[in-house]
């Protein structure tokens, strides 16, 4: 099948049935884009969940050539996505990845066309990100010294890795990424990982510098002997953290410095985000700080922060108070 049949390959795990010839082009096609793009872990995943999904449908719809596909057919996978409850920015990134699966097949003379070319989600309403103000970001953050549960060696590494994640804005996997070697606190920086191994040098602030002083001080007391663990933050097990327990540890923290709501570290980077760009309106340097490859994904930030000025100017402005 050098034509790319696709039919049985259901989403039930690569050997469930599938063709031979159609796991191969699909397998090539994900090996390249990990080995060319250099992707995570995670978006490999979903890269790959997304076309399996795209085979299923063919599969249901007597399609057995990826040639066999059409623009109708594409139309008709958006329109499945979005009846099993998908939004538009989902389907937007499995149609992103049926685009470049065709792409791929096109180079390698295996189709004639790419039917997905010019297929578009629609547009959603994208949401603005939720932040923490700044007396909330200081109700997390400002722990009690004096209450000895503050003071343990778990405390004291939540509460570095809480005053990181809004000094730096680092990303979840960012953070878990860490290694030591990537600190300088002697010079106020670190060095950070992003997507696409992408690397940006970020400055940590004074209070998330005493912070990081305070967890690495007694960070040794969770490593094993002869342990040659590097990652920043790690465990009771003394191994490197895992992104699901920072999230568990600052929801904790969260509900005992009394928050309301779920507190993701992900909202701490938009806190840094949206705080930054209300006192210095740089957007470029949030973009640079936040590591987004694209302006346009920091200008959300910007809605946030008229946000805040239009609150404030319906508090202040004498012909701007609306009646009750």
């Known amino acids: 099948m050098r034509d790319g049949a ?4 259901h989403n039930h795990g690569v050997n469930s049935g599938v063709n031979p010839g159609a ?5 090539r096609y994900l090996n390249h884009l990990a080995r060319t793009r250099r992707l995570s872990p995670h978006t490999h995943a979903a890269y790959t969940r997304d076309l399996r999904s795209l085979v299923v449908f063919c599969d249901r719809q007597g399609r057995d050539a990826w ?3 059409t623009a109708h057919d594409v139309r008709g996978f958006a329109a499945a996505c979005h009846r099993q409850g998908l939004g538009g920015k989902s389907i937007q990134r499995r149609l992103s990845a049926v685009r470049g699966l065709f792409e791929f097949l096109l180079r390698e003379g295996l189709v004639g066309h790419n039917p997905a070319q010019d297929i578009r989600a629609p547009k959603s309403e994208r949401k603005l990100p939720a932040v923490l103000d700044v007396d909330q970001m200081g109700r997390l953050l400002d722990v009690d010294a004096a209450d000895p549960r503050t003071q343990t060696p778990l405390a004291l590494r939540d509460h570095a890795f809480m005053e990181l994640l809004y000094s730096s804005g680092l990303r979840l996997a960012e953070l878990t990424g860490l290694d030591l070697p990537a600190l300088d606190l002697a010079g106020g ?3 950070v990982t992003g997507k696409g191994r992408k690397t940006r040098v970020v400055p940590v602030g004074r209070k998330a510098q005493v912070a990081l002083h ?4 007694i960070r040794n007391t969770l490593l094993p002997p002869g342990s040659d663990e590097l990652a920043v933050f790690v465990g009771r097990n003394g191994r490197r953290l895992s992104p699901r327990a920072v999230q568990q540890r600052l929801d904790l923290w969260a509900r005992r410095q009394g928050l309301d709501g779920h507190v993701h570290p992900h909202r701490l980077r938009h806190s840094f985000a949206s705080h930054l760009l209300e006192s210095s309106g740089d957007l470029r340097a949030v973009q640079e700080l936040l590591g987004h490859a694209d302006i346009s994904t920091t200008q959300i930030y910007t809605h946030l922060d008229f946000q805040h000025l239009a609150e404030v100017y319906d508090r202040a402005h004498p012909r701007a108070k609306r009646r009750k």
């Open 6 to 9: 696709v039919s049985g390959y």
């Open 23 to 27: 796991r191969e082009d699909l397998d």
């Open 67 to 69: 040639s066999a596909l």
């Open 189 to 191: 920086l670190v060095t």
């Open 214 to 217: 305070d967890w690495l001080a």
